[in-house]
C-alpha cells in the first residue's frame, strides 16, 4: 500500500517521467492487478485451492517488492538525477523493462491475494452454526483491524520514510514485512481447513453461452411449451454450504436455449447430459442471468470510479508543484493526500453510522436508511464536484505559479484538501453501495464472481482512464499549440480543461444511471432480492425463522465488512 501512494512520486522524481506517462504506467499498472483478479478466482477455485493461491500471490508480491528495492537502491537500474525540469534524462528501455518486471509481479501477487485473502479466513469458521458465525465476525474485525493499522503506517511512516529519508528503506520495509507474514502464514499450514477446488463458476458461465449459441434456432417459447434440464441441487458436501435453489426468470430468453431438452438421446441413462457443452442445468443458466442482471450498474461503477483515479495521479502532481512546507523544516508528503480521502470515507461511516441513524429510528421508530439508489446518486453528483473544485483549484495553482514565475506554485497544498475530501465521500457512497449491490444481488455460489466484477470495474476505469489521457493529448497536441497533458510542468498544460472532461463524463454517467441503470438497482430475480425469495420459498433454504435469523447475522457480518 505504500507503494501504490507513492509509486506516482517515485516515478516523477526517480525514473524522471512525464505527467502523461506516469499517468499510463499507473493506470495500466492498477487495471492490470485488478484484471487478473479474474484468473486469480479461476485459478483459485478450479484448480489450485485458496492456499495455494495465497501462498504464490504472497511469493509474488515478494519478488515484486524486492525488485522494487532494488530500482531505489542500484542507481545503474534508473536514469541519473534529473537538474533541470525541462531537460531530464530519459530512462533506458533495459530499465523500464526491469520496473515493469517488477510491477508484473506486484499485480499477479494481487491477482491471487484479492480474490482469496478474507475468503480463506472465512473458510475456517462453519457459518451454519451460531457460534461459526460469531467467530467469523470477530474474524472479520481483527482483519479489517490489522489492515487499518498496516494501512495507517504505511501511508504515514513508510511514506514519510521514502520521500524524505531514503527510498531504499522505505521499500525495504514492506519487503521484509512480507517475507514475515509468508512465514507466519506457513507456519499455520497444520492447522488450516482447507477446502478442495470445486470447480469455476467461469467454466459454467463458458458452457451456457456455447449451449446457448449452439441452440440459436431453437425457438424460445413460454417456460410450460419447454422440457428443462432441472436437476436437484446436491447440498450433501461438508464442504460446501447450502445453496439456494433459483427459480426459472423469464428475462434474458435467449439464454434459457442451453437448458433446453431438444432430444432426449442429450441425456445418457442416468439422466445426466451427454456434452456439459451442449445442455446445462436450468440454475447454470439462472446463475448467468444474474450476473448479466448486474451489468448495467457496473457501467456506472466504470463511470464513477475513473473520477476517483484522477486523484491518485493527476491529484499528488499538483501537490508534487505546491507549496508542501509545515513549518521550517518539515515538508507534507504528497503520498499522505491518501490519508485524507480515507478519514473522509470513515467520518462520513461514523456520522451515519453512530449518530444519523440512532437520531432517525428516535423520530420515526424505523430504521430510516438511505437507499441504494439514493447513495449511488449522492456518489456520482459527488465525483462530479470534485472534478469540479480540482479544475478550479488547478487554474488557479497554475496562474499564481506563472505570475511568479516559478515551478513550485506559492499556492499551499492545503488547497487541495477539498478534492480529497470529495474523493473518500465519492468512494463512502457509489463505491460502497455498489459492492453491496454487486454481493446482494448475486446467490451464494457467485459471491466469488461478484467481488472478481467489482475489481474489473476498477480495472477498467483504469485503462479507460489512460485512454482518454492519451486521446486528449494528442488532440489537443495537433492543434500546434501546448498540449494540454503531457512533460514534467503543469504551469505548461492545461489540467484543469481534462478535469472539466472527465467531469462532463460524470455527467454522462449520472444521466445513463437514472434513466436506465438504476432500474435494475431495486429489481433482483423475478423483481426480488435474494432474501425475500428465500423467506418466501423456506423449502428452498431451511424454515423462516432460521432464514430470519440468518440475515440478522448477515447483516451484522456486511455492516462490519462495510
Partial sequence: MSLIANITVYLSTRYNLSGIFVVNVINIWNGTSNAVTLAGAFLSDAYLGRFRALLLGSISSFLGMGAITLTASIDSLRPSTCKEPDHCPQPHTWQLVFLYI??????????????????FGADQFDTRTAKGRAQLESFFNWWYFSFT????????????????????????IPTACLASSITIFLFGRHTYIYLKPQGSIFSDIAKVITAACRKSRVRVAPASEHSFYDPPLN???D?????????????????????????????????????????????????????????????????????????STFGVLQILQTDRSMGLHFKFAPGWMNIIAMLALATWIFIYEQIYL???????????????????NTGIVLSIVSMLVSGIVEEHRRKTALKHRSFISPVSFALLLPQFVLSGLTEAFAAVSIMEFFTMQMPESLRTVSGAVFFLSLSVSSYLGSLIVNIVHNATQMKG????????????????YYYYIIAGIGVVNLVYFNFFARHYVTVGRSGKGIREMQLENPSVHGSRDQVERESKDEEKVLGTHA
Avoid at 498496516?150 to 527510498?167: F, K, R
Avoid at 440512532?358 to 449511488?376: C, E, G, V, W, Y
Fill in 102 to 119: 517488477a510491477l508484473g509481479l506486484l499485480s499477479v501477487g494481487a491477482g491471487f491475494i484479492r480474490p482469496c485473502n478474507i475468503a
Fill in 481 to 496: 499549440k501546448t498540449p494540454w497533458l503531457g512533460g514534467h510542468d503543469l504551469n505548461k498544460n492545461k489540467l484543469d
Fill in 358 to 376: 440512532p437520531l432517525a429510528r428516535r423520530r420515526s421508530r424505523r430504521n430510516k436508511r438511505l437507499t441504494m439508489q439514493q447513495r449511488i
Fill in 149 to 172: 493499522v498496516a494501512l495507517v503506517v504505511a501511508l504515514t511512516g513508510v511514506v514519510y520514510i521514502q520521500t524524505n529519508i531514503s527510498w531504499v528503506i522505505g521499500f525495504a
Fill in 239 to 311: 464442504q460446501q454450504h447450502m445453496i439456494l435453489k433459483l427459480s426459472h426468470t423469464n428475462r434474458f430468453r435467449f439464454l434459457d436455449r442451453a437448458a433446453i431438452i431438444t432430444n432426449p438421446n442429450e441425456l445418457d441413462n442416468q439422466g445426466k447430459p451427454r456434452s456439459s457443452w451442449r445442455l446445462c442445468s436450468l440454475q447454470q443458466v439462472e446463475q448467468l442471468k444474474c450476473l448479466v442482471a448486474i451489468l448495467p450498474v457496473w457501467v456506472t461503477a466504470i463511470g464513477t470510479f475513473m473520477c476517483m483515479d484522477q486523484h
Fill in 235 to 237: 447440498n450433501a458436501s
